[in-house]
C-alpha cells in the first residue's frame, strides 16, 4: 500500500502561483510513477501531469503545458506541482497518484490516489 496526501490547495488571484506537494508513504517512492489530476465542478477527473519513476520524463496535459511543472524527490518522497499562471479554469480538486508502470497519464495507470487538495482561482 501507499498512502499519499496531498497539500498547498487554497484560495489564489487569477495569475498567481501556488505550489502542490504530495508525500507518499508505506513503500519505496522510487518504484512509483507519480502524476496529478483534478476535477472541476461537474467535470470529470482529468489528467493534469505526470512523471516517471526517476524524473527524467514528464508529461502535461495541453491545458497546462508551459505554466504547470510537476517534479519529485525521491529523497523526501514527495512529488509537487508548480502551477504559474492561474485561471478560473483551473479551480478544481486536484489528487496525486501513484502507479508501477513506467508513466502516468491515465486514471487507470494510478494505482493509489490521495483524498485531494481544493484549488480556488478567482477572477
Known amino acids: 500500500q501507499v498512502q499519499l496526501v496531498e497539500s498547498g490547495g487554497g484560495l489564489v488571484q487569477a495569475g498567481g502561483s501556488l505550489r502542490l506537494s504530495c508525500a507518499a508513504s508505506?513503500?519505496?517512492?522510487?518504484?512509483?510513477?507519480m502524476g496529478w489530476f483534478r476535477q472541476a465542478p461537474g467535470k470529470e477527473r482529468e489528467f493534469v501531469a505526470g512523471i516517471s519513476r526517476s524524473g527524467g520524463n514528464r508529461y502535461y496535459a495541453d491545458s497546462v503545458k508551459g505554466r504547470f511543472t510537476i517534479y519529485r524527490s525521491n529523497t523526501q518522497n514527495t512529488v509537487y506541482l508548480q502551477m504559474n499562471s492561474l485561471n478560473s479554469e483551473d479551480t478544481a480538486v486536484y489528487y496525486c497518484?501513484?502507479?508501477?508502470?513506467?508513466?502516468?497519464?491515465?486514471?487507470?495507470?494510478?494505482?493509489?490516489w490521495g483524498p485531494g487538495t481544493q484549488v480556488t482561482v478567482s477572477s
Open positions: 497518484a501513484a502507479g508501477r508502470g513506467a508513466v502516468i497519464s491515465r486514471e487507470n495507470d494510478s494505482a493509489y
Open positions: 508505506g513503500r519505496t517512492f522510487a518504484d512509483y510513477a
